[in-house]
């Protein structure tokens, strides 16, 4: 450790102005940082954080007062049977035929209705005009809900994620999450009630009829479930989507390459994984002592691992902070699965469920924003800034193009 060195402070508006530079002070000096506003143990470099995602000795029980109190309890808190027989009840609709031939067509759909309604203004807002409202679109068409509810749907898991994030335990953002459980729960049970009655062709009708070996999601199971998914999915995608074409626009021969070869987006969306993770830390807790890079961290405690810092780790990633879509050390095929590079949707058991269906909707709509505005251009003076710390990403990104109806 340098004499002069002194450790960054995640809580601190500095690190959320540039937790970059903080995060090449912790890989270098402060791998293992113990922190005391969040009482939590702090690892930062790729090999720290893959270890934690992967190793079995890791668990998510730290999620029982993370997420439960205002999820219920998800299959993220799972392990076992428990885990393998949940995950296997929804794993299939999103992945394989259900996923191609089922609700792709409601991604293309809901792409394209919020596309025509500003193709022909000549400008818009990428974040509030289409990321923040694409993925909960498709979600609530997928569970058969009504998109007019999109209000609620947004204020509720942006509540959710605030709840996540409240590292300094913020007694309002408590409450609202709090606040927001009850709101959940009291609009999707007598849905989930009238579905398990009369079931449709949605999603939400299929887990309520989903059944392993005799085991069945319980109502307070698939509302838990929605309101992850809801939660997940709307602030990942929305963040990764904006994220992208930020650093595409600000790389114009990257964009090119991938105007002209649109079997390179998964490949721009997987570095954009990288370079800009939609979630920037996830937490876990050792059933044993482990020792990583700095020391040993005591069985039960909370560990935050450092997805932000570990995706630029420069001992996993050459030049880490340049953002390019066809490097060498990013591996496109294994980019949406728990083989992943990158560790934007962790590893392991509990590595993201939702990834397939995130790309799909990335595939499509960067491919529908392509065709529809083939001179699109960030807006004149425009500087993009991110914000967030254990989420983070624009809160907009206005661009011109040539207007049409067509």
């Known amino acids: 450790m340098t004499a002069t060195a002194q450790a960054p402070d995640i809580t601190s508006p500095e690190f959320e102005a540039d937790p970059y530079s903080a995060y090449r002070i912790l890989r270098k000096d402060f791998p293992l940082l113990w922190h005391e506003p969040t ?5 930062s470099r790729y090999e720290d954080v893959e270890r934690a995602f992967k190793d079995q000795v ?9 997420l ?10 799972m392990s076992g049977r428990e885990h393998s027989v949940r995950r296997a009840l929804v794993a299939p609709a999103f992945r394989g035929s259900m996923l191609e031939e089922k609700f792709l067509p409601v991604i293309e759909r809901n792409s394209r209705e919020l596309i025509d309604a500003f193709r022909g203004a000549g400008s818009a807002d990428l974040v509030a005009d289409y990321a923040t409202r694409f993925p909960v679109n498709v979600i609530a068409d997928m569970l058969g809900l009504d998109k007019a509810d999109h209000p609620k749907f947004h204020r509720w898991y942006t509540a959710i994620i605030k709840f996540l994030g409240n590292l300094t335990q913020d007694q309002q953002i408590i409450e609202d999450g709090l606040r927001t459980r009850d709101e959940f729960a009291a609009y999707m049970l007598p849905i989930i009630r009238e579905r398990r009655a009369d079931p449709g062709d949605d999603l939400l009708s299929v887990l309520c009829e989903a059944e392993i070996d005799g085991t069945r ?25 904006a994220s992208m074409f930020r650093l595409l626009l600000a790389h114009p021969e990257q964009l090119a390459a991938v105007r002209e070869d649109r079997s390179l987006i998964p490949r721009a969306f997987a570095e954009t994984l990288r370079y800009a993770p939609p979630v920037h830390m996830i937490m876990r807790q050792p059933a044993e002592d482990v020792t990583l890079s700095g020391g040993t961290i005591p069985a039960g405690s909370t560990v935050t691992c450092l997805i932000g810092a570990a995706n630029r780790d420069e001992n996993r990633f050459a030049d880490p902070d340049s953002f390019d879509i066809l490097r060498e050390d990013l591996a496109a095929k294994n980019a949406f699965t728990a083989a992943a590079d990158h560790l934007a949707f962790a590893l392991g058991r509990h590595f993201c469920v939702g990834a397939l269906l995130s790309k799909t909707e990335i595939e499509v709509g960067v491919g529908q924003l392509l065709d529809a505005f083939p001179d699109m251009r960030l807006k004149e003076g425009f ?21 049409h109806t067509a």
């Open 383 to 403: 500087a993009p800034t991110e914000g967030g710390v254990f989420t983070r990403g624009l809160d907009a990104l206005p661009v011109e193009f040539t207007p």
């Open 68 to 77: 439960e109190p205002v999820h219920g309890r998800t299959i993220l808190q």
């Open 58 to 66: 890791f668990t998510t029980e730290n999620y029982d007062w993370q």
């Open 39 to 43: 009482k939590s143990y702090i690892i």
């Open 217 to 241: 999601m319980s109502d307070e199971d698939i509302k838990a479930f929605c309101s992850l998914l809801l939660t997940a999915g709307g602030e990942t995608t929305d963040k990764a989507i």
